[in-house]
C-alpha cells in the first residue's frame, strides 16, 4: 500500500535510513524539520505494518529536490522504488514546479537507471560530495 507520509512512520523512515545509508542517513529530526515544513511531500510503502519504502520530495519556488528515496533489500526489483518517485513526481508536476533534482552516488547504478528511465538525465558531477570521497551525479528532470 502506498499512502503519504504520517508522522508516526518517522521512526520506521529513520531506522531505514540508517540501514540503507550508513554515513550519510537523514536523522529522526532532520526527516521530522522536513515533514513539517510545509514544503514536503513523503509516501510510504508498507506491507503488513511495515514499511518497506519511502522517498520526499522538498519544493522551492520554481524547483524541488527529491531528498531521499530508498527500498528494504528484500523488496527491491518489485516495482517499489518506481512507483516511489513516479507519486513524487506526479506531485512536483502538481504543484507546478519547474524542475527536480536530485543526487546520486556515481556507482549507484540501480538507481541511477530507476532515474534514468524517469526522464532524468545527468547535469554533472560534485566531486568528493560523500564523506567517503565519493563523487555524486547530480541529476534533473524538466518539466517545461
Ligand atoms: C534504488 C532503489 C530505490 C530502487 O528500488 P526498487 O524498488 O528495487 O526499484 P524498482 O523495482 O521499482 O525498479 C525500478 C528501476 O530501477 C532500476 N533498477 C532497480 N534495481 C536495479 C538493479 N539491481 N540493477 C539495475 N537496475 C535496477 C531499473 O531501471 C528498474 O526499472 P525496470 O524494472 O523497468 O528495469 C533501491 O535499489 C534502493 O533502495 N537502493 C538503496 C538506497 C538507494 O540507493 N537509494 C537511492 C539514493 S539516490
Not at 550508513?22 to 521530522?32: D, E, R, S
Not at 514546479?97 to 552516488?105: D, G
Not at 549507484?108 to 534514468?116: C, G, I, R, V
Request: aromatic share 14%.
Amino acid at each position: 500500500m502506498f499512502r503519504p507520509w504520517e508522522f508516526k512512520d518517522l521512526m520506521g523512515i529513520s531506522l531505514l535510513e540508517k540501514d540503507l545509508f550508513p554515513g550519510t542517513a537523514w536523522t529522526f529530526q532532520m526527516l521530522a524539520d522536513s515533514f513539517h515544513s510545509g514544503k514536503f511531500y513523503g509516501v510510504v510503502c508498507e506491507e503488513d505494518g511495515l514499511i518497506v519504502g519511502y522517498g520526499g520530495v522538498t519544493f522551492g519556488v520554481e524547483d524541488a529536490e527529491i531528498d531521499n528515496i530508498g527500498v528494504r533489500e528484500v523488496y527491491r526489483g518489485e516495482g517499489i522504488g518506481k512507483t516511489i518517485l513516479g507519486q513524487l513526481v506526479k506531485k512536483a508536476k502538481e504543484k507546478k514546479m519547474n524542475r527536480i533534482f536530485l543526487e546520486v552516488r556515481v556507482s549507484n547504478t540501480p538507481a541511477m537507471l530507476l532515474y534514468l528511465h524517469h526522464g532524468f538525465h545527468g547535469l554533472y558531477t560534485r566531486p568528493r560530495y560523500y564523506p567517503d570521497g565519493e563523487d555524486a551525479v547530480v541529476m534533473v528532470r524538466e518539466f517545461l
